[in-house]
């Protein structure tokens, strides 16, 4: 049965996006079936899987308000290697419409339930603010990853994430985890970068991620190809960076079950 990870920070512009298409693609080329949720109504995970948002026969939207199941609004993404569930502005319209219905954090759960048989990874891309559909994903989901750029107030902001993580916890999703912490657009020349990334180490410990995605022209530019850096340009910094995360994820996941297996 899938993971189901949440990508999120409510900070705007840290690299969900990036991490949830790359990472996707990563995994899929260690042979893992991997499902891609956009949960974001600015569509750009839809966008850069290849996938036109302005042409989705059934998105998220309809997922949502029940309109259609996860089978019928999921497609198969050839040119990226994985499924996604696609997403557009409609979304918005979500979340006005299910503000009375009973049960409306656990939406997107109960829809993926159908389908999570069918992946190894399902990764959901959150927009940046704590909303309904930020909640639904966390409702939905075994844990979080983080990415952030170590920048000065990277910190506060994960505390406050942290918080809100605490918050899901006591409420609609008592089994979240911590998935682990990514440093993105990371610069190791730029002392700031070296001494947030300390501290990270030192609050955070193992959860945060070893390997680190350094800022990469790639990366940017791939999307408006509507591919993930690995299609766009293999032997990149970026695409490189996304592999090794992908295969320490992979192995982490590989020693938790062997711990699990070797307690019973
Ligand atoms: N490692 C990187 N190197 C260079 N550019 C990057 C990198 N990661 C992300 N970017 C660029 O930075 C911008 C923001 O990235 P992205 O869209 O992934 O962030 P986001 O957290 O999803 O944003 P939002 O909060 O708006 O959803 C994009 O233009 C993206 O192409
Ligand atoms: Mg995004």
Redesign the pocket.
Known sequence: MARVIAVT?Q?????????CVNLAASLAATKRRVLLVDM?P?G?ATMGSGVDKNSLQLSGYDLLTKRATAAEVIVHVESAGFDLLGTNGDLTAAEVELMNEIGREHRLRLALNTVRDNYDYILI?C??SLNLLTVNALSASDSVLI?MQCEYYALEGLAALMNTVEQIKETVNPNLQVEGILR??YDPRNSLTLDVSGQLNEYFGDKVYRAV?????R??EA?SYGLPALKYDRASK?AIAYLALAGEMVRRHGATRKAAAAAV
């Open positions: 920070n900070k705007g512009g840290v690299g969900k996006t990036t991490t974001d600015q750009n891309d927009p940046p990415p993105t657009m995605i350094p800022r990469n022209v990366l940017a999307p970026g």
